[in-house]
């Protein structure tokens, strides 16, 4: 295969560059523009509005928490007048900050208590729910088998792993590693259940990926080196819309942490999911929207 030229280089490192320089630059034009209430979300006292009557949870990925996953977009979302949330999730013991590594299934189970919490303090009917990586994986279940369908409007996943990973081929490999695979089940349950072909994922999946009366919205990178094929995260069904974050600007190159955590390209999509009525093209200038 012949080197790239080095003028397409050069283009293809300005483009990263100059989109760099715009994320960073843009939170504080954002703020000046804003003309929504300044508030910290997990606020028990915020009421939703008429224009975005449902609380937006926010379930972070394996390994996060409920402040670090969301230090960019929960002000996006709360400068635009959503009562935002957050719960930790998969807590194990002795291990602080790092969450989301107990079994999936146990962690449904927190997702479905912390929702009836924001249910009662907001009064309203129905939530949100927003989840990067394993966080917009997890929610399915509580959907699926917690009877989560009845209190939640709409699934945003963010890199999630529906189908599980392969890491790029590595989970491949367990099975010639004696011991492997009890020994990551037994420590790290989270980790095992997201294995493409796990016992988990194979009931999840099981008579089709949604429940009625949800709407579903992934966003996905193909830089992505955590859900490999970054495909696995792609739901089929009613009332589902896939994004390839490429397709709204090519020259992003977010891979798996940076698309739910900086990516103000894909804060604009998600925005977009969470009041399709509003929605405005999600494009490569979005970053200083």
């Known amino acids: 295969m012949l080197p790239r030229k080095p003028w397409k280089q050069a283009v293809r490192a300005l483009s990263v560059l100059l989109l760099t320089a715009a994320a960073t630059l843009a939170p504080t034009a954002a703020a000046q523009a804003d003309t929504a209430p300044s508030r910290g979300w997990n606020d028990f006292t915020c009421k939703p509005s008429a224009a975005h009557p449902r609380p937006v949870v926010l379930v972070h990925g394996t390994f996060g928490n409920s402040v670090d996953n969301w230090l960019g977009l929960a002000p996006y979302l709360v400068n635009r007048d959503y009562c935002v949330f957050s719960l930790d999730y998969g807590q194990l013991p002795g291990v602080p900050f790092f969450h989301g590594l107990g079994p999936i299934d146990k962690s449904a189970g927190q997702l479905d208590a912390y929702v009836d919490r924001v249910l009662a303090s907001t009064g309203a009917a129905e939530v949100d729910l927003v989840g990067h990586s394993q966080g917009g994986m997890m929610p399915r279940h509580y959907l699926k088998f917690l009877g989560g369908a009845a209190k939640v409007n709409a699934l945003v996943g963010i890199a999630p792993d529906n189908h599980g990973t392969t890491l790029n081929g590595l989970t491949r490999l367990l099975p010639y590693f004696p011991g492997a695979e009890d020994l990551i089940g037994t420590h790290t349950p989270a980790l095992a259940d997201q294995i493409a072909g796990s016992a988990f994922l194979t009931r999840l999946n099981a008579g089709g990926d949604t429940v009625p009366g949800v709407r579903y ?73």
């Open 217 to 289: 919205t992934v966003i996905a990178t193909k830089y992505d080196e955590v859900v490999t094929p970054y495909q696995s995260g792609w739901l089929s069904g009613p009332d589902v819309t896939n994004v390839l974050l490429q397709d709204r600007c090519a020259l992003d190159l977010s891979e798996h942490v940076a698309i739910g955590t900086v990516d103000r390209i894909v804060f604009h999509e998600v925005n977009n999911a969470l009041d399709p009525a509003h929605a405005t093209p999600t494009t490569c200038l979005s970053v200083v929207g």
